[in-house]
């Protein structure tokens, strides 16, 4: 599910970047260019030793050694990686040492500079932000974040509808006002608003149908999928019965006895 969120934010973020950036995080850009590349989740090299040691201090604590035999330029950004990894996974903290075998005297950078020392970050949450401050937007995309924000004294229902009218009075396109109106039932959910959506939806008279949602179509196969696992577990039913309950074909039925078997 946070997949999907994740895909309505990427898909916009063309048409809210700059608005974003300006208004909420109080950055000014001249200029920017798009970075395609996808990161990395993996690393190729496996570190070369690394352990959980205790010392007779009672000191707990990851050692994690490294033997280069080239005086390799970077190496303080694997190192800096590995480090980040072992901390997010074990939680604990590390000591990192380099051992060097090359003949030459090293030139390693072994500390990072002030600029690259990662501290922290910036925490910034929709909640902060009244949803008239984006309501106030000509940009659909940041209109629909309103659901997100914070209401004041208002009623969601009324949110909704100033939403939803704001939208309806800029999209110009049907097929772009139901896009929008699709973005704004799935980011309902995370405040819990989906029936209220889609009430509102209906008596303003637009075209979006949750239930024609691909969203609410997957939950309701997986709710028929559950339902099939366990009458197929129970074994008191024959497979043309079970489908006839849940509405679906025989073949259907038999795939999910298949894979129950794996």
Request: glycine content about 4%; aromatic content about 8%; proline content about 2%.
């Amino acid at each position: 599910m946070a997949n999907d969120y994740d895909k309505i934010l990427k898909e916009n973020i063309a048409s809210v970047f700059l608005p974003l950036t300006e208004k909420y995080l109080n950055i000014r850009i001249r200029k920017s260019e798009e970075l395609k590349d996808k990161l990395q989740t993996t690393i190729e090299k496996e570190p070369d030793f690394i352990r959980i040691v205790e010392t007779d201090t009672n000191e707990r604590f990851i050692l994690h050694l490294e033997f280069q035999s080239v005086d390799e330029e970077g190496m303080i950004y694997r190192m800096q990686e590995y480090y980040g990894i072992m901390r997010k996974k074990y939680g604990l903290s590390v000591k990192q040492f380099v051992i060097y075998l090359g003949q030459k005297a090293s030139k390693m950078q072994t500390r990072l500079a002030p600029d690259e020392v990662f501290s922290g970050f910036t925490l910034k949450s929709l909640r902060d932000y009244s949803y008239q401050q984006l309501l106030a937007s000509q940009v659909p995309e940041e209109i629909i974040l309103a659901i997100l924000s914070d209401f004041g004294n208002k009623k969601p229902v009324e949110v909704l509808q100033a939403i939803l009218g704001k939208l309806k009075e800029i999209s110009g396109e049907e097929i772009l006002l139901r896009k929008y109106i699709r973005q704004l039932s799935i980011l309902a959910r995370l405040r819990n608003l989906t029936k209220e959506t889609q009430k509102q939806i209906t008596d303003m008279g637009l075209t979006y149908n949750i239930t024609e949602d691909y969203l609410y179509q997957e939950g309701l196969e997986k709710g028929k999928k559950d339902l099939i696992i366990e009458m197929l577990k129970d074994g008191t039913l024959t497979m043309e019965k079970i489908a006839s309950l849940a509405k679906v074909s025989v073949e259907y039925v038999k795939q999910v006895a298949k894979e129950l078997k794996k």
